[in-house]
T-cell receptor, first 111, second 112 residues
Framework: EDQVTQSPEALRLQEGESSSLNCSYTVSGLRGLFWYRQDPGKGPEFLFTLYSAGEEKEKERLKATLTKKESFLHITAPKPEDSATYLCAVSSNNAGNMLTFGGGTRLMVKP | DADVTQTPRNRITKTGKRIMLECSQTKGHDRMYWYRQDPGLGLRLIYYSFDVKDINKGEISDGYSVSRQAQAKFSLSLESAIPNQTALYFC???????????FGPGTRLTVL
């Protein structure tokens, strides 16, 4: 059974204070690892897909990296508008097209 | 216009009532999904459909049913709503590769 664990559950940062969110996973044959952003009461918004260890993707202040056991979402010089819950999910050969989600990290950026 | 739309966006109903949540997409994807989200429990898959003739149960299908009326439309029904079905419900779509799912804005359902 695929498993995804995100840490920390919540993270408070000052504006401009860079940090990283962690997503650890256990799967049988990784097909892809996905990062989403979710604002309160809204649907998850797709950010990145990573397919193989060593891959990196960037979007504005966000950078996602992938190893064989975990992924990091690095946030550089965050702004208050980056406050949201960040979800990590995996798809695997074991589960086909299905996504297994982690519990999310709630990020709060104070001005 | 949004690629994935859900109606209604908010619904309050009473125990025992039948309710239908609807999802439409303009992304041209074959695959559609229904999830529910509860605080502390994350996103859990209720049903999924890989094409109009293919319907599959997910992790938590008890108490729910679905209908895939067309490639672009996927409905979720609660035949007899109960209070522990109070949650946020999301529809999602994907193509066969690369598995990326795109979510709708959600329906907040309250069962009294």
């Amino acid at each position: 059974e695929d498993q995804v664990t995100q840490s920390p559950e919540a993270l408070r940062l000052q504006e401009g204070e860079s940090s990283s969110l962690n997503c650890s996973y256990t799967v049988s044959g990784l097909r892809g690892l996905f990062w989403y952003r979710q604002d309160p009461g809204k649907g998850p918004e797709f950010l990145f897909t990573l397919y193989s260890a060593g891959e990196e993707k960037e979007k504005e202040r966000l950078k996602a990296t992938l190893t064989k056991k975990e992924s990091f979402l690095h946030i550089t010089a965050p702004k208050p508008e980056d406050s949201a819950t960040y979800l990590c999910a995996v798809s695997s050969n074991n589960a086909g097209n299905m996504l297994t989600f982690g519990g999310g990290t709630r990020l709060m950026v104070k001005p | 216009d949004a690629d994935v739309t859900q109606t209604p966006r908010n619904r309050i109903t009473k125990t025992g009532k039948r309710i239908m949540l609807e999802c439409s997409q303009t992304k041209g994807h074959d695959r559609m999904y229904w999830y529910r989200q509860d605080p502390g429990l994350g996103l859990r898959l209720i049903y999924y459909s890989f094409d109009v003739k293919d319907i599959n149960k997910g992790e938590i299908s008890d108490g729910y049913s679905v209908s895939r009326q067309a490639q672009a439309k996927f409905s979720l029904s609660l035949e007899s709503a109960i209070p522990n079905q109070t949650a946020l419900y999301f529809c999602a779509t994907s193509d066969s590769r690369p598995d990326t799912q795109y979510f709708g804005p959600g329906t907040r359902l309250t069962v009294l």
